[in-house]
């Protein structure tokens, strides 16, 4: 059976099974709490308890700076906070693709469900997750400046093209992950080692000249600094870039799509 693989049928799919990507969507997010007394409050306490311990680590302990003048803790941890919910979302969605597929056999022999909304769902998760962190960043931020940039508007621009990657990333790796079952292992050690080789916990400006082009090769390089710009300084994100990012999300998300549906016709023999 031949599937389609153009972006127009992925909308279509998606739209077609709208409700049933939102109830699993909500049953994912349920299930992964399911039984623990705090339930969906993981989903900030979690970014919370890795906040302070980072913000422990690199602030107080290696004394890590961002470069602002009258510079204390609470705004290293605000600027770390918001670096974190921004990479936290492309980590998460990475974590779990390559477990998208095997841990749901039945679905793949069912001839009539459409396995393409599997990364979907996987993607709705996460951006609740975000969600959920960004009202937090929100909350503290107001507290500790007793107002917002405007420019923090502008977050959903610079979140598109991670989107964009990143789904197109997960279409990949589902499918991998039917036939190399280390991937979903690999996954791990390959996002701590993105956590470190991205100005997570550093701006770019502190990174030596020589060294920078190595750090730039990293595409999430130039978002991380965006997100910082636009929920942080107040100021804009650099529109070429982020043009380019999103078309190159475009491409890498048709890509991935393409490479899932070629390969899931050999999904129920593996499995």
């Given at each position: 059976m031949?599937?389609?693989?153009?972006?127009?049928?992925?909308?279509?799919?998606?739209?077609?099974?709208r409700?049933?990507?939102?109830?699993?969507?909500k049953?994912?997010l349920?299930?992964?709490?399911k039984?623990?007394?705090?339930?969906?409050?993981w989903?900030f306490?979690?970014?919370?308890?890795m906040?302070?311990i980072?913000?422990?680590?690199f602030?107080?302990?290696?004394?890590?700076?961002?470069g602002?003048?009258?510079?204390?803790?609470?705004?290293?941890?605000l600027?770390?906070?918001?670096?974190?919910?921004?990479?936290?979302?492309?980590?998460?969605?990475?974590?779990?693709?390559?477990?998208?597929?095997?841990?749901?056999?039945?679905?793949?022999?069912?001839?009539v469900?459409p396995?393409?909304?599997?990364?979907?769902?996987?993607l709705?998760?996460?951006?609740i997750?975000?969600?959920?962190?960004?009202?937090v960043?929100?909350?503290?931020?107001?507290i500790?400046?007793?107002?917002?940039?405007?420019?923090?508007?502008l977050?959903p621009?610079?979140?598109?093209?991670?989107v964009?990657?990143?789904?197109?990333?997960?279409?990949?790796?589902a499918?991998?992950g039917?036939?190399?079952?280390?991937?979903?292992?690999?996954?791990?050690?390959?996002?701590?080692?993105l956590?470190?080789?991205?100005?997570?916990?550093?701006?770019?400006d502190?990174?030596p000249e020589?060294?920078?082009?190595?750090?730039?090769?990293?595409?999430?390089?130039?978002l991380?600094?965006?997100?910082?710009?636009?929920?942080?300084?107040?100021?804009y994100?650099?529109?070429?870039?982020?043009?380019?990012y999103?078309?190159?999300g475009l491409?890498?998300l048709?890509?991935?799509?393409?490479?899932?549906?070629?390969?899931?016709?050999?999904?129920?023999?593996?499995?």
């Open positions: 031949n599937h389609p693989t153009s972006l127009k049928s992925l909308i279509l799919s998606v739209f077609k099974n409700q049933l990507v939102l109830q699993m969507t049953r994912n349920l299930g992964k709490y039984g623990s007394f705090f339930g969906l409050l989903s306490i979690n970014p919370l308890f906040l302070g980072y913000t422990f680590a602030s107080v302990v290696f004394k890590a700076k961002w602002l003048k009258e510079e204390g803790h609470i705004d290293f941890a600027i770390l906070f918001a670096s974190l919910t921004i990479f936290n979302l492309f980590g998460e969605i990475l974590k779990e693709s390559p477990l998208l597929i095997v841990s749901q056999p039945n679905f793949v022999k069912k001839v469900f396995l393409e909304i599997l990364p979907i769902i996987n709705l998760s996460a951006l997750h975000s969600a959920i962190s960004l009202c960043f929100l909350l503290f931020y107001g500790a400046h007793l107002a917002l940039p405007v420019t923090i508007l977050l621009l610079v979140v598109i093209p991670l964009l990657i990143s789904l197109g990333i997960s279409y990949i790796l499918s991998l039917v036939f190399l079952r280390d991937i979903g292992y690999f996954m791990t050690h390959i996002i701590t080692i956590l470190f080789t991205s100005p997570v916990f550093f701006s770019l502190r990174i020589k060294f920078r082009y190595l750090m730039l090769a990293n595409p999430l390089a130039y991380l600094e965006d997100a910082r710009s636009v929920m942080i300084f107040g100021k994100p650099n529109w070429n870039v982020l043009a380019a999103t078309a190159l491409c890498l048709i890509l991935g799509y393409w490479w899932f549906q070629k390969t899931r016709k050999g999904f129920a023999d593996v499995l």
